[in-house]
């Protein structure tokens, strides 16, 4: 009897007559349920069609999973790791998994299909929102690594979910603004209506009767609003109060209790007017600009925590008859011994006892190669090695090692930030000050000399002089041009970015990633020997095959297949190909071979590579880092503005002087670490500069947060995109500037709301003081001054962003034929 055929997704046996099937690798592949079927269409829609090629056995037979990840994901199977995340209730246990890999409900409903057909499996729950299942098993049947094992078996990862408690109480409590924000916008409706329906304008033909049913239906559609939406002004004024700060809180408190007090004795007497659509209008506006505010902040506090990341789960611990156990990390301790395989990442900072390898730091110093390691060579945290085994002693774990001291780092220029919203509340403080005196002043002369108008005066200056239009200004401008740069491909998260790159003098870059590509690109063959250049790649193609450098990833596929590769670290690599004996990598390694005399290195700028046999030289070959195409007018429009231009990179090649002269730069540095970029920084801010920094790397996140622009590349780490002030999404720099365009004239546009609000105020407080302005008008003066600093505003939607055109840039001649 033939064996099923294997589902070509989750290797699930293919019911008979079923006819599933999808082109994927450019053949028609069978699957077992539609849901498989439209996974793999959507990973082959968006691109990821390579994710089939690459997956290895692993990701279909959970028994050929690497002994790493097997023994890793027997830890969650102690009782005190499960302790934090596992709850037990009689004979079941619930948890909370997150799963990776879910590009589609077809996912969800092929999760939660697998999972019920397990025995052990009471309730399998998947929240499409935030990738979240929710397991309820009998944990004595099937273990939990043995649930992780059979979600990686139809191609997803699986960890385990803890809510970090800051995160939860940011989420909770923009849940809670959110709906105090719904709440207000929807009741403000409705009060209005009937608000307005009281008018003498509109009250045509109103009896009495359903005149006062009227005034009690806005009643109490406003006074959700004060209580609850409102609720978060009235404990600010409070606790303002208390430390004897005045602040916009006080003031629209007063404001918002005086025009509902008011209302209510108008809804009570039915004498006077209300003023339950101005409360709710106050609100609907304040609260969003809360909410918005707030949610900035909730991106900023789970930055930090991307760190943690970078740091594997588990180790491999050596006891002392030097035999590896698998612990979480958690459980190292200093002067431990770990051992650390080709691929791993290590799990502290620590000094090499016993190997050579390679380690790639790309994700701390922003260095594309790895760097060669020795005995006696200290290694960091988060890094990855490449080659071979290492053994590491452990000098430094937690916040002692170099990526809590970059966190430090983080938190520290975080602090030293100039914040324009300190100088905002200084001023608003003044004139609140002002106002409220004046208010104060100006009705005990009323009570004088008229006390029955003393009340609605005052209620008529706070309204009139509520801070609205002036709040706004600034705001709404930003808010718009932000939109405009969105299109472009520029996404601004910090609403000053705009104003301050009017004070910008200098940019610093970041060269990896950002000026660059990112990635080694094979830019030139030159034979030496009998073989032509095609030949001469295939031979390198399949040494490198055999490789996890980031070089081998320039030299493509070979059909040719290379036997006994060993490596040397930071020499290069040697095996067999059709027989021949081959080296590459570093001159004088691949001379050795054959007692040839190191050939003359080319002149051209690059990664030179030898490839020779055990006869003779064969080929030269230079691996480059590409510029970008747009990099050249980025440059020139910081230079036609006057501005200095400074390259600062943790490369320690001759790439980076390269670049600098390539692209004009003003001033070039290289093999910086994170906190070298920071004090040259520093040494441009305390001479008086203006800096902006362009960069996309963890090594960048602390100059990101301290220069007074950020800007990080849409293809950047996530921590890096958090802390900067603006994310460039399409890659593409030209939208950098046009931003820098687009921020003088946003600049315009935000005086002339801060000459319209000043003045909307300045005049409306004398009108108000001497009963020429009603409370109604005064409300109604406040809608219009802010519609019109947002009618205003809405121009900057219409100007026209004219296209960077990039300036050509000579690049190394390309790979011949």
Request: aromatic share 6%; glycine share 8%; net charge neutral.
């Amino acid at each position: 009897m033939n064996a099923p055929t294997p589902c070509f997704h989750c290797a699930l046996p293919v019911p008979p007559g079923d006819r599933f099937s999808a082109v994927v690798l450019g053949e028609s592949r069978p699957f077992c349920c539609p849901g498989c079927q439209a996974v793999a269409e959507a990973i082959v829609a968006g691109g990821l069609e390579s994710y089939y090629s690459h997956r290895s056995e692993a990701s279909v037979n959970p028994q050929a999973l690497p002994s790493q990840l097997l023994e890793e994901q027997a830890l969650y199977d102690r009782p005190d790791v499960q302790a934090p995340f596992v709850r037990h209730a009689e004979d079941l246990a619930d948890t909370t998994l997150l799963i990776e890999g879910i590009s589609c409900a077809a996912c969800g409903w092929l999760i939660e299909r697998h999972l019920r057909t397990l025995p052990a499996v009471v309730e399998a729950r998947l929240n499409l929102s935030n990738h979240r299942l929710y397991l309820r098993w009998n944990d004595a049947e099937l273990p939990l690594s043995q649930v992780l094992f059979e979600l990686r078996s139809i191609g997803y990862a699986a960890h385990p979910w803890q809510a970090d408690q800051a995160t939860e109480r940011l989420a909770r409590e923009n849940r809670r603004s959110l709906r105090q924000l719904g709440v207000a916008g929807l009741l403000w409706f409705q009060a209005m209506m009937a608000t307005m329906a009281t008018w003498p304008e509109f009250n045509i033909d109103l009896s009495p009767e359903m005149h006062t049913i009227l005034r009690w239906v806005a009643m109490f559609l406003t006074t959700p609003i004060v209580l609850y939406s409102c609720a978060p002004f009235f404990k600010g004024a409070l606790r303002d109060l208390r430390t004897r700060q005045l602040t916009m809180d006080v003031s629209v408190s007063l404001a918002i209790g005086l025009a509902y007090g008011a209302g209510v004795w108008t809804a009570i007497t039915g004498t006077g007017e209300l003023y339950f659509d101005a409360v709710g209008m106050f609100a609907l506006f304040l609260l969003t600009g809360r909410y918005l505010e707030r949610r900035a902040r909730e991106r900023t506090a789970a930055a930090t925590g991307q760190l943690v990341n970078l740091l594997p789960a588990s180790c491999l611990r050596l006891n002392e008859g030097g035999q590896s156990e698998r612990i979480l990390l958690s459980e190292l301790r200093l002067n431990d011994r770990v051992l650390v395989h080709p691929g791993a990442i290590l799990p502290a900072d620590g000094r090499i006892i016993s190997g050579q390898s390679s380690i790639d730091e790309s994700v701390l110093t922003g260095e594309y190669l790895p760097q060669p390691r020795v005995v006696g060579d200290v290694v960091t945290a988060g890094t990855s090695n490449v080659d071979s085994v290492l053994t590491v002693e452990v000098l430094a774990l937690g916040e002692s090692t170099r990526l809590s001291a970059i966190v430090r780092l983080l938190e520290r220029a975080q602090s030293e930030k100039p914040r324009l919203a300190q100088i905002a509340d200084r001023a608003a403080q003044w004139f609140l000050l002002i106002s409220l005196v004046a208010a104060v002043v100006v009705g005990l002369i009323w009570w004088q000399i008229d006390p029955a108008r003393a009340f609605w005066i005052v209620l008529a200056m706070l309204v009139a002089t509520c801070p609205c239009a002036l709040s706004l200004a600034t705001p709404v401008a930003l808010t718009t041009a932000t939109g405009t740069l969105h299109g472009q491909g520029l996404l601004l998260t910090r609403g000053h970015v705009l104003e301050g790159l009017n004070q910008i003098d200098t940019v610093i870059f970041d060269k990896t990633g950002t000026l660059t590509e990112g990635r080694l690109t094979l830019r030139a063959i030159r034979s030496l020997g009998p073989l032509n250049n095609d030949q001469c790649l295939s031979l390198a193609a399949a040494l490198e095959s055999r490789s996890e450098h980031p070089i081998a990833r320039a030299f493509g596929h070979t059909p040719l297949t290379a036997e006994a590769v060993s490596n040397t670290p930071g020499l290069g690599l040697e095996g067999r190909v059709d027989g021949r004996l081959l080296r590459i990598g570093q001159p004088a390694f691949v001379c050795a071979l054959s007692g040839s005399v190191v050939p003359p290195t080319p002149e051209q700028a690059g990664q030179w590579l030898l490839l020779g046999d055990d006869q003779q030289v064969l080929a030269w070959l230079v691996l480059d880092d590409r510029l970008r195409d747009d990099a050249a007018a980025l440059i020139d429009a910081c230079k036609q503005r006057g501005w200095r231009t400074v390259l600062l990179s943790g490369d320690s090649s001759p790439m980076v002087a390269s670049v600098a002269a390539q692209l004009g730069i003003d001033d070039a540095q290289g093999s910086l670490r994170p906190d070298d970029k920071l004090q040259r920084l520093k040494q441009l801010r305390a001479q008086g500069h203006k800096v902006l920094m362009l960069g996309d790397g963890v090594n960048d996140v602390p100059v990101l947060a301290a220069a007074d622009i950020s800007v990080a590349m849409g293809s950047a780490t996530d921590l890096a995109k958090t802390n900067a002030d603006a994310v460039l999404l399409s890659n593409r720099l030209p939208a950098l500037v046009q931003a820098f365009t687009l921020a003088r004239r946003t600049r315009r546009i935000i005086i002339e709301n801060l000459m319209w609000a000043g003045l909307y105020n300045g005049l409306m407080l004398p009108f108000a003081a001497l009963g020429w302005v009603t409370p109604l008008w005064a409300a109604a003066g406040m809608s219009a001054s802010s519609l019109i600093v947002v009618l205003n505003a809405l121009r900057l939607t219409r100007v026209g962003l004219t296209e960077a055109t990039p300036t050509p840039v000579a690049h190394p001649r390309p790979l011949p034929a």
